[in-house]
């Protein structure tokens, strides 16, 4: 039973006027008493049962962060009793689901839509907790409550910032393939077309056959491979649980993953995705040639950073040992935490760049350039001195990497889905993918 504000105001009143009229006595009270208990559940008697009701549900299943989606719950009452009351569709805290509670009638035989205002502030499945209809008697002292089920569940997708980025790199990329009007060409190994010789270009690309067709020397012209195969891995270990600004390190990542893909995709390369950390947390793997961003940021959504360290031998054996044996460009979006590669990954990085082409991509935290450049008073410069030895460290683990072969891109969160991009297009440009 659920009693109402209005029972207690007229249990307060009575009580009131039984003072002021000097009936002090126990029959007194017991008299407005009875009468109130007996009012109470004579309302609740009357009330409609709100464990009679038949939900249902639509809207909204997926959104991207930042965005808001609209869920309805539709209450019909197949009762001979009108139903008048509230409504609480409950949902997580972080999904900020308004309003809270809804005031409602749906009478017999009829049927009531209310709705709610999801704005999740995290990523991730959101799930309804359950629909709380409170039914009121005629009287409206009381009633009677419950919660009924009422499941349904919405994803919060990462929310792609990068993609404006997405149009000036599909124009670098091309002029590098010679599709824009100032033909750039790569300097990849698919043949393109044949053309005359003009000094300077190189001997070996001389079409010898073509030549003896002709009056001249003929050339072979060449552009960037297309069809390359691209593995994204995304370390999802206790680093990447740290927070650049306001956002976890790992949602600056998927960031940059993402532009990523999407610019790879458009280039016609196979591009797979897993995400990893002591496991295989997530994994999308390529069906044909495409954009594969819609699968792999369905893939993301749920993730989150697990506070264990990162396995790097488990790591390198999963690449090495389901992605097949041709040679792809694996980019690890990880942090340059000297002491977890030194003791980790750089030993096994032999293994995985004898076959493979290594790109390693990390987040800087712009706050620790800050701190390095400080000074004044001794607790700034103790500061700077802590945030110096910190990027003396990751310049020289980067240095490391570079000398075993392997591509690294250091950048803040600003910049770090560009530079990952560019990065990808010089691999083009260089002929190395």
């Known amino acids: ?16 006027a039984v003072a002021v009229s000097g009936l002090v006595g126990a029959w007194a009270t017991v008299g407005a008493l009875t009468l109130l ?23 909204d299943s997926s959104l991207r962060l930042g965005e808001s989606a609209v869920v309805h719950v539709t209450l019909a009452n197949p009762t001979r009793r009108g139903l008048r009351g509230s409504v609480r569709d409950a949902w997580p805290p972080s999904a ?5 509670r809804q005031p409602v009638r749906v009478d017999a035989g009829e049927r009531r839509r ?13 799930r309804a907790a359950g629909v709380t209809v409170r039914s009121i008697g005629p009287l409206g002292l009381a009633g009677r409550q419950r919660t009924l089920p009422a499941p349904w569940t919405v994803r919060t997708l990462p929310p792609f910032h990068s993609r404006r980025h997405l149009p000036g790199k599909l124009s670098r990329l091309r002029e ?17 077309s044949l053309r005359d010789y003009v000094p300077g270009d190189d ?10 067709r002709n009056d001249g020397v003929v050339v072979r012209t060449w552009r960037p491979e297309r069809d390359r195969r691209v593995l994204i891995v995304l370390d999802t270990g206790r680093t990447s649980a740290g927070r650049v600004g306001d956002t976890p390190r790992l949602d600056h990542a998927m960031d940059a993953a993402l532009l990523l893909a999407a610019l790879a995709g458009r280039a016609g390369d196979r591009v797979d995705f897993m995400a990893y950390d002591r496991r295989t947390r997530a994994q999308v793997r390529s069906s044909g040639r495409g954009s594969q961003v819609n699968r792999i940021v369905e893939a993301m959504a749920p993730l989150e950073a697990e506070l264990v360290e990162s396995d790097p031998a488990g790591l390198v054996g999963t ?14 979006l990880t942090d340059l935490n000297a002491a977890a590669l030194e003791e980790g990954l750089l030993p096994k990085l032999p293994l995985l760049t004898s076959r493979h082409l290594l790109l390693v991509a990390a987040v800087r935290d712009p706050a620790v350039d800050d701190m390095a450049a400080e000074r004044g008073g001794a607790d700034a410069l103790y500061r700077a001195a802590a945030a110096e030895r910190t990027l003396s ?28 991009a560019d990065a990808y297009i010089n691999l083009k440009a260089q002929g190395r993918l």
């Open 1 to 16: 039973m659920v009693v109402t504000g209005r029972a207690v105001l007229l249990a307060f009143l009575a009580t009131v």
């Open 37 to 59: 208990v007996s009012l109470l559940v004579a309302d609740v008697c009357l009330a409609a049962s709100p464990g009679s009701l038949r939900l249902s549900r639509e809207g």
């Open 96 to 100: 900020h689901a308004a309003p809270r």
């Open 114 to 126: 209310v709705t709610t205002t999801l704005t999740p502030t995290r990523r991730g499945d959101a």
């Open 176 to 192: 590098l393939e010679g599709q824009h009007t100032a033909m750039v060409r790569g300097q990849g190994s698919e043949f393109d």
């Open 203 to 212: 001997v070996r690309s001389i079409d010898w056959r073509a030549t003896a």
């Open 319 to 332: 690449v090495l040992g389901t992605q097949g044996r041709a040679r792809r460009l694996v980019v690890l």
């Open 393 to 420: 460290e990751r310049r020289r683990v980067t240095a490391e990497l570079r000398r075993m072969g392997v591509e690294v891109v250091d950048a803040d969160p600003e910049h770090i889905a560009p530079a990952l």
